[in-house]
Nanobody
């Protein structure tokens, strides 16, 4: 069973930046697709950014040109650099892995999830 631990969330003013980290057990980050999702109470979890096993990244339209996903295979760590943050970016952010390697933004493709880290933009 894969263990994923997110960190780096917090409160920030609109226009500010944050960098989220997700550390995985084992060599998961290099061997699978990894992604960031977010969820607000009462709404469905939505895909934010993903990296396929070939290194190609994919972003939700709402975060393109503001968020950057990256990973360090040696550290088994996934990152999400968030800039120009908006109040609508407020959510719990989760990292996840999927074994197909496709880097989708569909939550149903992902089997292992972290506990989440809260991001609040005011």
């Amino acid at each position: 069973h894969v263990q994923l631990v997110e960190s780096g969330g917090g409160s920030v003013q609109a226009g500010g930046s944050l960098r989220l980290s997700c550390t995985a057990s084992g060599s998961i980050v290099g061997a699978n697709s990894v992604a960031w999702f977010r969820q607000v109470p009462g709404k469905a979890r939505e895909g934010v950014a993903a990296i396929a096993i070939d290194g190609k990244s994919k972003y939700a339209d709402s975060v393109k040109d503001r968020f950057t996903i990256s990973k360090d295979n040696a550290k088994n760590t996934l990152y999400l650099k968030m800039t120009s943050l908006k109040p609508e970016d407020t959510a719990m952010y989760y990292c996840a892995t999927e074994p197909y390697g496709l880097g989708s933004l569909d939550k149903f493709d992902y089997f292992d999830w972290g506990q989440g880290t809260q991001v609040t933009v005011s």
